[in-house]
């Protein structure tokens, strides 16, 4: 089973930068996507950014041009780097990551979340 443990979120001022980390940890995986998913009060939970192994990057029309996904498959870790925030931006975000076990299991992984409120 891998696991996957965020963080990095708080309270920041409208305009202001966060950067959340997740690293996942477990034994004999591979993993292929990670990405960052985010749920707002009321609202269904809604992707922000994904990138694959290989470093292709797919954002969310909202957040293009002011967060930026990166990786480390080193560290099994990856980041999101939140700039220009919008009191919008106020969320729960979930790390996700998908891959395969050593003994070609699949696996769907989600993080507990981690709390980012945009507010002055």
Known sequence: QVQLVESGGGLVQ???????SCAAS????RINAMGWYRQAPGKQRELVAIITSGGTT????SVKGRFTV??????????LQMNSLKPED???YFCNADG???TLNRFDSWGQGTQVTVSS
């Open 14 to 20: 409208p305009g202001g930068s966060l950067r959340l």
């Open 26 to 29: 477990g034994n004999g995986f």
């Open 58 to 61: 797919n954002y969310a029309d």
């Open 70 to 79: 990166s990786r480390d498959n080193a560290k099994n870790t990856v980041y």
């Open 90 to 92: 106020t969320a729960v």
């Open 100 to 102: 395969t076990t050593t």
